[in-house]
Antibody, heavy 118, light 110 residues
Framework: EVQLVESGGGLVQPGGSLRLSCAASGFTFSSYEMNWVRQAPGKGLEWVSYISSSGSTIYYADSVKGRFTISRDNAKNSLYLQMNSLRAEDTAVYYC???????????WGQGTLVTVSS | QSVLTQPPSASGTPGQRVTISCSGSSSNIGSNYVYWYQQLPGTAPKLLIYRNNQRPSGVPDRFSGSKSGTSASLAISGLRSEDEVDYYCAAWDDSLSGVIFGGGTKLTVL
């Protein structure tokens, strides 16, 4: 069974840092592209970042470029999102999602809440 | 502000057919596939339609997608009370080099 489990969320002060993790199981993690998507409280979905299966290709939303870093460890079946210089507007539930070769994001984690507040 | 434009709300009565529109531009819908996601409150989104009009296994054929030019639509026929959730369209944008979502449509079953 495919599972994606996010962790690492929590309360952080503006300007602070946080590292999110997404543990994958039930599939060959190294064969799939992955994404981070976030959703602010009461708001819509916002794509955050993409990483190719090997990690060689990475994209970011303009809203997080220069502050967030996506990475993966295929040996550990894990996806990461290093978030620096956090702002109040980064407050959201962060989801990791598996990219099924252009057939959409069929598997999502349960999400982890990041709250940026003093 | 979302680059893909969806109506914030839509409604219909049980059994009726409703459509949700998603309007974009040549750099996104006009040149890339459209995807639709359904989201129940407090849960992760669920893939409903991929590559404009394809349904993942397990998605009822009451749901269908279409695309024409720089616009796309999600149609739901035989409306049921459990369809009363949020729907989002998404597409890759060549100009932004990223994925963009519509603002979401909350469907109400009257």
């Amino acid at each position: 069974e495919v599972q994606l489990v996010e962790s690492g969320g929590g309360l952080v002060q503006p300007g602070g840092s946080l590292r999110l993790s997404c543990a994958a199981s039930g599939f060959t993690f190294s064969s799939y592209e992955m994404n981070w998507v976030r959703q602010a409280p009461g708001k819509g979905l916002e794509w955050v970042s993409y990483i190719s299966s090997s990690g060689s290709t990475i994209y970011y939303a303009d809203s997080v470029k220069g502050r967030f870093t996506i990475s993966r460890d295929n040996a550990k079946n894990s996806l990461y999102l290093q978030m620096n210089s956090l702002r109040a507007e980064d407050t959201a539930v962060y989801y990791c999602a598996r990219d099924d070769y252009g057939d959409g994001w069929g598997y999502w984690g349960q999400g982890t809440l990041v709250t940026v507040s003093s | 502000q979302s680059v893909l434009t969806q109506p914030p709300s839509a409604s219909g009565t049980p059994g009726q057919r409703v459509t949700i529109s998603c309007s974009g531009s040549s750099s996104n819908i006009g040149s890339n596939y459209v995807y639709w996601y359904q989201q129940l409150p407090g849960t992760a989104p669920k893939l409903l339609i991929y590559r404009n009009n394809q349904r993942p296994s397990g998605v009822p054929d009451r749901f269908s997608g279409s695309k024409s030019g720089t616009s796309a639509s999600l149609a739901i026929s035989g409306l049921r009370s459990e369809d009363e959730v949020d729907y989002y369209c998404a597409a890759w944008d060549d100009s932004l080099s990223g994925v963009i979502f519509g603002g979401g449509t909350k469907l109400t079953v009257l």
